[in-house]
């Protein structure tokens, strides 16, 4: 698989600061039931990477330590770690946030029976992906009878209140199917929730729309196809500056499955570790790690950027909560 990663070191991208430390994101490793064109992790049924027990607990002192309002799990599927369970009652006990990024078909998995139940026990937030309401576009991206799993999952997270119950969020996640910024999320949201209501009776709060980065599975693919450079001129046609404020970088810290730490998810991906002072101004490939976020202020630090970033600032903007603008 060709790699994009030294396409996208040398950017003239705007430079960014850290505003703070808000949320906690932490990858808790590469082990996944379904394995997605669009993913940037190379997520799969073969991948050995989890998170130990030791980097949870040292996940738990961060939060203990440092009060981000929110610890935001993903994977692979996140649920697939053996010390999910642990790290999200320990959490919740905080008072902290948890969101759990779920593919939905690990609700339906043996020996995950009763995960939707923890889950609402414990007041988890669910964002959940499902990139269409039909399902030849859910199967052509993420597997043959992925979308008659995802609904019935789906059904399931309703009769446990989610995305009826105020207290238990339930949001969908879109990937474009191809080299495509997304349509604008507020009409796809309706769209959706009229879809998914009429043809499923499915509730949901809301949906976040999210632009395919030109990294990973996803990167290949375009280089594959020979569709990386047109992609590429695609985000920086659209790029808007006014989404430079709302990023997700400014004020989430991202942690790998070994307690590495990244400005963001995708930096993670491209093994651009965050940069250890705020003298620093290039990229160094000496990783920092999740110890040093016990002492020190992020703020005001520089952010490790690359061509990627312009799928952030496309259009609308994109975040792991949907669309900027």
């Excluded at 008072?95 to 690990?106: A, F, S, W």
């Excluded at 990937?175 to 009229?194: H, R, T």
């Excluded at 930096?267 to 490939?285: K, Y």
Aim: hydrophobic share 35%.
């Amino acid at each position: 698989m060709q790699d994009t990663r030294s396409l996208l070191l040398d950017t003239d991208f705007p430079p960014l600061q850290r505003t703070g430390f808000v949320t906690l994101q932490a990858n808790l490793g590469y082990l996944c039931n379904q394995s997605c064109s669009h993913c940037h992790v190379n997520a799969g049924p073969t991948r050995t990477e989890l998170m130990d027990r030791d980097t949870v607990e040292l996940v738990l002192q961060v939060l203990r330590t440092r009060r981000p309002t929110t610890l935001d799990l993903t994977g692979g599927a996140p649920e697939m770690n053996p010390h999910f369970r642990y790290l999200v009652t320990e959490a919740t006990k905080l008072g902290i946030e948890v969101i759990d990024r779920c593919n939905l078909t690990i609700l339906l998995e043996p020996g995950y029976e009763d995960l939707l139940s923890f889950l609402a026990q414990q007041g988890v937030t669910i964002v959940a992906s499902l990139p269409c309401y039909t399902e030849d576009n859910v199967d052509q991206q993420r597997g043959k009878g992925v979308f008659h799993h995802s609904i019935e999952a789906l059904q399931q997270l309703n009769s446990k209140g989610y995305g009826r119950d105020p207290r238990l969020p339930l949001n969908l996640v879109y990937n474009p199917g191809g080299p495509f910024l997304p349509p604008a999320q507020q009409l796809l949201e309706k769209d959706y929730k009229q879809r998914l209501l009429e043809d499923f009776g499915i509730h949901f709060n809301h949906l976040y729309t999210i632009t395919n980065m030109p990294i990973s599975r996803f990167g290949a693919t375009l280089l594959a196809k020979g569709g990386y450079q047109t992609y590429m001129q695609l985000l920086k046609d659209n790029f808007q500056s006014a989404n430079l404020d709302g990023l997700m970088c400014r004020d989430t810290v991202s942690v790998d499955w070994q307690g590495y730490l990244y400005d963001c998810d995708f930096n993670q991906m491209l093994a651009f570790p965050m940069l250890a002072t705020n003298h620093d101004v290039i990229a160094s490939d000496k990783p920092r790690h999740l110890r040093e976020l016990l002492r020190g202020n992020l703020a005001d630090r520089p952010i490790v950027i690359g061509e990627h970033c312009y799928g952030c600032t496309a259009g609308q903007g994109s975040s792991c909560g949907g669309a900027l603008a």
